[in-house]
């Protein structure tokens, strides 16, 4: 039977968009955004996915304050694919593409569990144009185990917010932040059996995730590395208000730790654009939130994105970051930060941006002086 998404004339291959044109059971297409005032005194990150080979569709949304991290979760069922997305008290509504987005969030109104005093109705304004990033590929062996597409935009948030019966008035002029559109092949769902991957494990993993706004641009770096630090992907782009993209080179960086663990406080990146003067890019964290602590993203030990609960699955938790047992496995994930750069290309006219500093390393990573899973910032 055709679902209501068979109406719009976006086919590209010969199938319903009841099925994704890949068989693989990873596939999978996803929504990220994320919120602040720039304090990073309250902090949202909140997405969605569908994974038709699997036959499910979730959200989540986490909110920190001070250092309590609240999560809720929601599944179901996926029947259609549709223009809109709903899983049980969570919505959205795409009222511009790639300009204007509503999320809605009634979990605090319908579901009583202290985990679940989440909710929202926000509207995102893109402030530049989207801008594509490179195709993402990562290879377990020969097998990709990530092949995805994305873009990325900055803009600004405009209604309320709402956790543990607190309400915030969200103002365009103060709250800011980035979002993202994935979709191909990634892990997803319950784990699959290691087989060779059980006696040869990954040696290690680095990360590095920075879209900014900037009053007159947007900058989004990008950066994978091996353990030995050969770079799998490298995207640097600048995108202007009229939808000029700057390519700025390969970028070099070096990322600040706190003393004895792996969460950083910063980074300086050097960018090249082809035509002007080398530029330095100071990024510095006003906050975080470690998206693998009741996010669904790679090592939460609570839930993955994907993973069948049942029809009409909700859930929420309330974590205390400063708990032993929840802060040694910080590290080991990737944690996103309400970032604050500074753009200096020693004209000494520099720039202030806000953003986003995602980052995640955990194994071993020779430039970062990481030899092992245990090893640390001195």
């Avoid at 605090?108 to 594509?132: N, Y």
């Avoid at 092949?185 to 059996?193: C, K, N, Q």
């Avoid at 035509?275 to 009741?294: C, F, M």
Wanted: hydrophobic content about 35%; proline content about 7%.
């Amino acid at each position: 039977m055709p679902v209501s998404a068979d109406e719009f004339p976006l086919h590209q291959a010969p199938l319903s968009f009841a099925r994704a044109a890949s068989s693989d059971r990873n596939f999978y297409d996803r929504w990220y955004f994320n919120a602040h005032d720039r304090t990073g005194d309250v902090y949202l990150i909140t997405g969605a996915g569908v994974y038709p080979n699997l036959g499910v569709r979730d959200a989540f949304a986490l909110v920190r304050q001070g250092d309590k991290q609240w999560s809720l979760r929601c599944s179901d069922a996926l029947e259609d694919r549709d223009t809109d997305f709903a899983v049980g008290p969570y919505r959205i509504e795409i009222q511009q593409p790639l300009q204007r987005i509503r999320l809605i969030c009634d979990a605090d109104q319908t579901h009583v569990d202290e985990g679940a005093a989440i909710g929202f109705d926000l509207t995102w304004e893109g402030s530049f144009p989207a801008l594509d990033e490179q195709r993402h590929l990562m290879l377990s062996g020969k097998r990709p185990i990530l092949d995805a597409q994305r873009f990325a935009q900055l803009g600004s948030w405009s209604g309320t917010l709402r956790v543990d019966g607190a309400e915030h008035v969200i103002e365009p002029e103060v709250w800011m932040g980035s979002r993202d559109r994935s979709w191909g092949i990634r892990p997803v769902g319950e784990a699959e059996p290691p087989g060779r991957a059980a006696d040869e494990p990954l040696e290690g993993f680095w990360w590095l995730y920075v879209p900014l706004r900037f009053d007159d641009f947007a900058v989004v770096v990008i950066c994978q590395e091996q353990p030995d630090g050969h770079r799998t992907l490298n995207d640097a782009g600048r995108v202007f208000a009229d939808g000029r993209v700057e390519q700025l080179g390969w970028p070099e960086v070096e990322v600040r730790y706190q003393p004895g663990t792996r969460i950083p406080t910063g980074a300086t990146i050097g960018l090249q654009p082809r035509n002007g003067p080398a530029v330095t890019l100071e990024v510095d964290s006003r906050g975080y939130i470690p998206l693998h602590i009741g996010g669904g993203y790679g090592g939460d030990q609570t839930w993955a994105h994907g993973s069948w609960r049942g029809r009409k699955w909700v859930e929420g938790a309330v974590h205390d970051l400063t708990d032993p047992a929840i802060a040694g496995f910080i590290p080991f994930g990737v944690i996103d930060h309400v970032g604050r750069a500074r753009w200096d290309d020693g004209s000494g006219d520099t720039r202030e941006g806000w953003g986003l500093f995602e980052h995640g390393t955990f194994g071993r990573h020779d430039p970062s002086g990481f030899a092992d899973w245990g090893s640390v910032s001195p």
